[in-house]
Structures are given as structure tokens and as C-alpha cells.
T-cell receptor, first 116, second 113 residues
Framework: AQKVTQAQTEISVVEKEDVTLDCVYE???????LFWYKQPPSGELVFLIR??????QNEISGRYSWNFQKSTSSFNFTITASQVVDSAVYFC?????????????FGKGTKLSVIP | EADIYQTPRYLVIGTGKKITLECSQT?????MYWYQQDPGMELHLIHY???????EKGDLSSESTVSRIRTEHFPLTLESARPSHTSQYLC????????????FGPGTRLTVT
């Protein structure tokens, strides 16, 4: 069965610090997809990134970067020079092709607080 | 930008009332989902649909029901609301492959008194 673990429940950083959110996943499929979502206090989930299991290249988008390592089953998310607007709950999620369903399994989320 | 809508955004209702949470998307997505999320907690899938006239129960048992008569519309109904139903309900959709990201609506915060 698929599983996503976000061991960090809450993180607090001072503005402009870098912060890394950890995500470890479990799956028996060779084809799967990993996602990060942001949930600000307003409650809506905002899609940030999708990676497929065949592409281990790291990705950078502005202050955001993602490190995907199949060897350790991890898909970590780094925010560089954090800002107050980054304060939110961040969810890592996994979608696998078992039974063709591609349903998302979410981690429990990491609450990030950026202090001015 | 995702075009998925939920109404109402907030609802406070008494025990025993019947309620319907609306969800609509304008992206033509075949797959739609309902998640339940308690404040600060993980998301749990309660219903999903692969297309018109298709509905399935998710991982978390729920007393709610859903219907999918039109591609763009996926309402969730509680026949008799109870305080244990107090939660946030999030609707999402994705394209037919399901491999791609799910787009989420703004959510409905339900309080049953």
C-alpha cells in the first residue's frame, strides 16, 4: 500500500532563512507521481509541483526547489529566503497506477510559520 | 488557474438537517473527488467519480452520498447532519488520466451545532 510520511509537524523560521520540508514515500509501483501542495490559512489547496517516477532531475522555480531521490524514497522541498507569505501547511502526496486509479495519498502535512 | 467552485464557503446548521455541498468545475475534467479535512489535519478521500454516473467510496467511511449526473457537477449530500460531521470539505478534479495534478476548490467549512 502507498504511504506518505512528513515527519515534521511544525517548523518555525525567521524571515529570509532557508527551510527544507521532508517527504518520504512508500510504494510498490514502478510508475508513480509525487506532488506538493500548499494550503494557506484561507484553506484552499494550491498545486505546486508534480514529478513522475522516471524523472529524478531536481527542479527549481524561483525560491522553491525540489530534490527527488528514488534511492531514499524522498521528495524534499526547499524554500530559499523564506517570506511571511510562505506561512502555510504544505502537503506532500503520492499517486500510483495500481488498479489504474491514480488516487492521491497525502501526508499529514507540515505547518510552516515564517516569523518576520 | 483552476476553475473549480464550491458553495457555500461556510455553513452553520443544526443537527438533523439535510444539506448539500455544491462543487462545479469548468475544465471538462472527468475525475472528481471529495476530501474531508479536520483543522490542521490530513486529508481523507471520502468519495470520487470517474465520470458521469460513476461514484465510488473513498478510504474514509462517510455517511454522505454523492451524485454525478453532469460532468461539471459533483454535489455531496448529508441526509441528517450531526456534530461529528463538522469539518472542512474539499472538492477536487483532474483530467481523465488521473496522472496529473488535482485541482482543488476553496472548500466548505461545515459546522453542525
Amino acid at each position: 500500500a502507498q504511504k506518505v510520511t512528513q515527519a515534521q509537524t511544525e517548523i518555525s523560521v525567521v524571515e529570509k532563512e532557508d527551510v527544507t520540508l521532508d517527504c518520504v514515500y512508500e510504494t510498490r509501483d514502478t510508475t508513480y507521481y509525487l506532488f506538493w501542495y500548499k494550503q494557506p490559512p484561507s484553506g484552499e489547496l494550491v498545486f505546486l509541483i508534480r514529478r513522475n517516477s522516471f524523472d529524478e532531475q531536481n527542479e527549481i522555480s524561483g525560491r522553491y526547489s525540489w530534490n527527488f531521490q528514488k534511492s531514499t524514497s524522498s521528495f524534499n522541498f526547499t524554500i530559499t529566503a523564506s517570506q511571511v507569505v510562505d506561512s502555510a501547511v504544505y502537503f506532500c502526496a503520492l499517486s500510483e497506477s495500481g488498479a489504474g486509479s491514480y488516487q492521491l495519498t497525502f501526508g499529514k502535512g507540515t505547518k510552516l510559520s515564517v516569523i518576520p | 488557474e483552476a476553475d473549480i467552485y464550491q458553495t457555500p464557503r461556510y455553513l452553520v446548521i443544526g443537527t438533523g438537517k439535510k444539506i448539500t455541498l455544491e462543487c462545479s468545475q469548468t475544465m471538462g475534467h472527468d475525475k472528481m473527488y471529495w476530501y474531508q479535512q479536520d483543522p490542521g489535519m490530513e486529508l481523507h478521500l471520502i468519495h470520487y467519480s470517474y465520470g458521469v454516473n460513476s461514484t465510488e467510496k473513498g478510504d474514509l467511511s462517510s455517511e454522505s452520498t454523492v451524485s454525478r449526473i453532469r460532468t461539471e457537477h459533483f454535489p455531496l449530500t448529508l441526509e441528517s447532519a450531526r456534530p461529528s460531521h463538522t469539518s472542512q470539505y474539499l472538492c477536487a478534479s483532474s483530467d481523465w488520466t488521473g496522472r496529473n495534478e488535482q485541482y482543488f476548490g476553496p472548500g466548505t467549512r461545515l459546522t453542525v451545532t
